[in-house]
């Protein structure tokens, strides 16, 4: 964390926020994944190049309990990049421009040395026809272009040979059938699936511009809806933490749990959703002021006493906790990981962040229903969700007695960084 133009950092807290390991960087970070006890993979260090709103980093992995970093300078991507610990190859994605025109992205799966081994290239499956209507530009190698895709996560089960994608600016994402390399079904505004809103109704799409999106249990995703190019309200300007249910036999999904932010909270870039342990759910709404100009027209806003939040969630809406940063504090995304409580040596490449996140109970609680479901799906969608969530719950439990605490890792981001990096 840093304000003043001290850079940026990767943190690591405990669920009280206090800090257990820090990293800390001239040039923005990326992801992080827990990919292994104590152990995170990241982007970062350096930034590589890239489009102003995706650079481009390098992957490490770091062990918090030993301290040391191993280095893999050849293996690139930008948002996102996901680990097969079997077969030691990584997953990432790799933007291009086509045509001197338009920015596409590939998921690439290459070896620790950075050699390809196998890509999918996204130009196959999205057509001009879905460009976001609000002219979305990024510039790449000082060429000025538009962002058609602009993919942001990944989200790899190498045993299954599934990857599922998400396309922030088409509001879509993608399963995708790694072995044949061919698309399995889409989600969202561009897809296969009938949207339902609360009512039963189809709805045009449930988010708009999200990050990271996850398969939390069978037919269950979590992600995190900014809300942002908002092609039914452009000025609605409320993000959420969102989860929902698909049912491909009637090829319907629907929002079985959200929590929306007050306006104060708003995010358009960046963000994250996570399931804990717990059953939880915590929310990283991650803007650094809370306010976009291009809007202060329309939404006089003076939230200037804070930077990102964090917002714990239980699953019946009710507000757990709130951690507040100053303003200034970006946060990309969080994460959780396995770690013991006090970790022997502290890590080396360590500073002091100022100040700590400061907790303080939020009393706003926003519930969405369950909708009714005109169609007759495979199982009931009352009891599905629940379902779902109470496995992941008795899984982790048994998980709980080896892990001793649940921490986050936090990517900070300085204001002044938001124009290399803002999505």
Known sequence: MGTGGTGNYFVVTDTSGNVIAVRHYETSYGAANNIAPYTMMFLGEPQVDGANTAPRYITHFWNLSSGTVEDFPNVISHHDIQYDQINNTF????????????????????????????????????????????????????????????????????????????????????????????????????GNFTLLGADGQPVPSLWYHCHDVKEVAPDVFT??????????????????????????????EYVNWSWEAPTAYWTPYAGANLLLPNGDFIGDFADPTHQNPSYQQNLPWDFTDRGAVFVEVNATGQVVR???????????????????????????????????????????????????????????????????????????????????????AVLFYMRKRISNHKN
């Not at 507040?324 to 962040?353: D, M």
């Not at 629940?386 to 998980?399: E, K």
């Open 91 to 190: 997953l990432t994605i790799q933007n291009y421009v086509r045509n001197n025109s338009v920015l596409f992205d590939k998921i690439v799966q290459v070896d620790p040395y950075g050699n390809v081994i196998w890509t999918w290239d996204e130009y196959n499956y999205i057509p001009l026809s879905e460009a976001s209507p609000f002219n979305e530009l990024s510039t790449l190698d000082g060429q000025t272009v538009e962002d058609l895709t602009h993919s942001n996560t990944l989200d790899w089960h190498y045993n299954d040979s599934i990857i599922y994608l998400n396309v922030r600016n088409v509001n879509t994402f993608f399963k995708i059938n790694q072995t044949t390399g061919n698309l399995i079904w889409a989600c969202g505004e561009f």
């Open 223 to 252: 992600l995190f809806d900014n809300d942002y190019n908002n092609n039914t309200n452009p000025y609605d300007c409320h993000s959420r933490m969102v989860e929902l249910t698909l049912n491909e036999t009637s090829m319907t």
């Open 322 to 408: 709130t951690f507040t940063f100053p303003v200034g504090c970006y946060a990309y995304r969080i994460e959780t990981v396995t770690n013991p409580s006090v970790i022997t040596p502290i890590p080396t490449h360590v500073v002091s962040p100022t100040p700590t996140p400061v907790i303080t109970p939020t009393p706003v609680i926003t519930l969405s229903p369950t909708p009714v479901i005109t169609q007759t799906p495979s199982v009931s969608p009352s009891s599905h969700p629940s379902i779902n969530r109470q496995t992941i719950i008795n899984s982790v439990v048994l998980a709980a007695v080896i892990v001793e605490v649940v921490v986050l």
